[in-house]
């Protein structure tokens, strides 16, 4: 065995690390400061719920592809039949479902929709707090995991949109917690109940089936190789197969399969048509990235479990961890080479905001640019905690073949679940941010089992790595705030265009969520520019009208303008590729 602690330490444990045992820092022990779970439960429940309202939530507005889920839930609630828009390629019934029951009371409203993303992204941090215990982390560690999650910038983001990502990661999180305490106590009721958190997962988006075959590989683990065992442990990867496969004829056998579902899951499987050259450098960038991005992450985790254990993590298994913090700085120092740092990937996390920007302009104008210098150092922090990131997780896989312990199941869960999960992401056509979110609870949970030294930690270590949590909370917060603060003003002004003014919506550069509001996926109708929204004036435009809103990072007051064309012709712009083509409504409601 390479490590010197087993996999489970109770919350009494005596466990004192190293650094504490020669003299070399302050250490607390965490004993002193625990809270019970039923505490902690409410702690993490009540701190969501003001992190919430802080945020406000509270908007009528479509941000980024939630319209086009929003369509599907408007067809449930009227015509009380699950219809999905002409763009989804997501499975997208549970999620439906879940949306349509926050609507039943008041009927439908995006800020409803947004409420239930709120509501399922706190099962996905009380999962994570039973994940954490199960690994044998004391409550407070526990709650500092919890953090790491909800101060996140693309989970506290997402949390306030109706996209896919948090709740196909709150399923998977209840499902994981339930299908390990399942295997562990042999409880059917636990195991039933994971596999149909599973199922809602999966009917949600696609990469569920990464459960399924997970627990599967869980079974052969735990039990000898022969015929019998191997015909048991494929159950619940038929399981879940039957029920994509199943879902997917009903869909198709009752008209409501579009044509363009699935078609991210083609894209996948049509690598081969790429050159073997440019296959290679596209998957070998998004494992690069996917990897930068999740070291980023870990940042206040790494400072939170200090030097000393990852030190020794590092000293045991040496020449693995010099082999890949070589490749992984090479790898890194690339793009760097090539004048791009991070934010690498599209779509929620970029220069000092939230949220894509799909208006004219990317960013407000007269907001501050963070600037080459920092987002260098970003990207080389990045490198090195993606370093210690693939350290752990080798050394996890090493534990898993050289040792049978404690907690097994759960490390090979969380392990086969992200691998599975992984392995398209690099295939994938346009790789987003958000895709990688799943990553950061599972590397979590796996880098506390892997480095934590008993209940005894590092009081430099761990206000280090608390001032990294607070400043990253600090900007989630902030900037999501501002995220949902333009947009209203920028709603309400296409309201007044398109109702009070009755100018046609085919006259108007609204930004992407405005132009696929009423357009159909591959629609070649020129995009009018007669009016557009605008965060700063434009060459050949007048103002119209304008609208202000308060941003707190940084603090100030901005404007949103409607320009309207000072020739009185009536002119149209070709859209060529200049919009995204994900997502959008067929005949949604306006945003009130």
């Known amino acids: 065995m390479f490590l010197r602690e087993p996999l489970v330490d109770s919350e009494d444990s005596k466990v004192v690390s190293a650094s504490a045992e020669h003299g070399d820092a302050r250490c607390w022990s965490e004993t002193n400061c625990s809270l019970s779970d039923r505490v902690a439960v409410v702690v993490i429940a009540c ?74 992204a706190l099962a996905a941090l009380l999962a994570l707090y ?78 569920g089936l990464a459960l399924f075959f997970a627990l599967s590989l869980i079974y ?41 579902f699935g078609n991210t899951a083609m894209a996948v499987l049509d690598v081969g048509s790429m050159s073997m050259l440019h296959a290679t450098k596209h998957v070998a960038s998004g494992v690069v990235f996917a990897l930068l991005y999740v070291g980023l992450f870990m940042l206040p985790l790494m400072l939170f479990v200090g030097y000393g254990p990852l030190r020794d993590l590092c000293r045991q298994q040496r020449w693995i961890a010099i082999s890949t913090s070589v490749m992984l700085f090479t790898a890194g120092a690339v793009p760097l080479l ?47 905690t993606a370093a210690l990131v693939l350290q752990i997780l080798i050394s996890a896989v090493l534990l898993l073949v050289r040792t049978r312990g404690q907690n097994q199941e759960l490390l090979l869960m969380l392990l086969a679940t992200g691998v599975i999960y992984f392995v398209p992401i690099p295939f994938v056509p346009q790789l987003y941010d958000r895709y990688l979110l ?29 001032l990294c949590l607070l400043t990253c909370g600090a900007f989630s917060i902030a900037a999501t705030h501002d995220y949902l603060a333009w947009n209203r003003p920028r709603w309400r002004a296409l309201r007044t265009l398109t109702v009070t003014r009755h100018i046609r919506p085919e006259q108007i550069d609204g930004g992407y969520e405005f132009y ?49 064309k000072i020739s009185m012709v009536p002119t149209v712009r070709a859209d060529g590729n200049s919009h995204p083509t994900h997502g959008a409504l067929t005949s949604p409601p306006m945003p009130r």
């Open 130 to 207: 039973g994940l954490l215990r199960e690994a044998g982390a004391g409550s407070t560690t526990a709650l500092f995991g919890v953090l790491i999650l909800a101060l996140n910038p693309l989970f506290f983001e997402l949390s306030f949109t109706f996209m896919t990502d948090v709740p196909f990661l709150g399923f998977t999180l209840v499902a994981v917690y339930l299908l390990v305490r399942g295997v562990k106590r042999q409880s059917r009721m636990e195991l039933v109940l994971g596999l149909l958190a599973a199922s809602a997962a999966l009917l949600t988006r696609q990469t």
């Open 516 to 564: 696929s509001f009423y357009r159909l996926p591959r629609d070649e109708t020129p995009i009018g520019d007669d009016f557009l929204i605008s965060f700063s004036p434009v060459p050949g435009y007048a103002e119209a009208d304008r609208y202000t809103f308060r941003r707190w990072l940084p603090p100030a007051v901005c404007t949103i303008l409607v320009l309207r």
């Open 338 to 384: 090539h004048h791009h740092r991070m934010p690498f990937l599209p779509n929620v996390l970029y220069d000092i905001g939230l949220g894509p920007v799909m208006v004219r302009h990317d960013a407000p104008h007269g907001l501050p640019s963070l600037g080459p210098v920092f987002w260098t150092a970003v990207t080389v922090i990045s490198i090195l």
């Open 220 to 260: 052969l683990m735990k039990n000898e190789l022969n015929m019998r065992n191997a015909i048991r442990a494929a159950a619940p990867s038929f399981l879940g197969l039957s029920v994509q496969f199943s879902y997917q004829t009903w869909l198709k056998m009752t008209g409501r399969i579009t044509a363009t």
């Open 47 to 120: 701190g969501w719920v003001a992190l919430a309202t802080i945020t406000n939530p509270i908007a009528e507005v479509i941000l980024n592809d939630d319209g086009a889920y929003a369509y599907s839930v408007t067809s449930v609630l009227e015509a009380g039949s699950f219809k999905l828009s002409v763009w989804g390629s997501a499975n997208l019934f549970s999620q439906v479902y879940w949306g349509a029951l926050f609507c039943l009371p008041f009927g439908f409203s995006y800020t409803a929709l947004r409420l239930s993303t709120l509501t399922i």
């Open 438 to 466: 799943l990553f950061v609870p599972l590397t979590t949970v796996v880098s506390f089992m892997m480095c934590r030294r008993g209940n005894t930690l590092s009081l430099g270590w761990t206000a280090l790595g608390v």
